[in-house]
């Protein structure tokens, strides 16, 4: 049955030059801006941080995040196994799903480039503020000391679609 809804499987051609990947783009995937990056982490939207374990398997946790500039910030505990996994892979990758929008997602490959204590605590409480509402992380565990990761992105790839076409996957004519 028809609609008056084109469906296509090829993004349209970015003509912005502030785009934060350069690759061609895939089917159903598009390029992003840096702004439209950049507002995944102003709000609180999970990021999904993915680390290769001692046997090579994949180990993913959710976490919170930020973006400072152009390096994406993690913080973590001492003895995590993320930070066992990134010392002695500084691989990494990390997905973002807009909690709002489950349309609205970004996948990320990069290195963890810096690692410190410096400012880790404070940095705890500036997530908690924004991800719990207030600035103070209640489940933190008195002798974990907080260490920061500083990420820098390798790949970049998004995905957008607006909710006016959530019907799109409900409607009774596709079934």
């Known amino acids: 049955m028809p609609t008056s809804v084109e469906i296509v499987d090829v993004a349209p051609p970015n003509t912005d030059n502030d785009s934060v990947s350069k690759t061609e783009a895939f089917a159903g995937v598009t390029e992003l801006s840096k702004e439209e990056l950049l507002r995944l982490f102003q709000f609180r939207n999970l990021t999904y ?3 290769l374990s001692k046997d090579g398997s994949p180990h993913i ?3 919170w995040s930020e973006m400072v500039d ?3 910030l993690i913080n973590t505990f001492e003895e995590s196994a993320k930070i066992r996994h990134i010392t002695k892979d500084k691989r990494i990758a990390l997905s973002i799903v807009e909690q709002n929008n489950p349309f609205n997602m970004v996948s990320i490959k990069g290195k963890v480039i810096d690692q410190t204590s410096e400012g880790a605590d404070e940095h705890l409480k500036k997530l908690a503020k924004r991800y719990l509402g207030i600035g103070k992380y209640y489940y933190r565990k008195p002798k974990h000391k907080r260490v920061i990761l500083k990420i820098k992105p ?9 909710p006016a076409f959530y019907f799109l996957a409900y409607s009774p004519w596709l079934r």
């Open 154 to 162: 390798e790949k970049i790839m998004g995905l957008s679609i607006h």
């Open 61 to 63: 946790t959710p976490v």
């Open 49 to 51: 941080v993915g680390t």
């Open 70 to 72: 152009d390096l994406i």
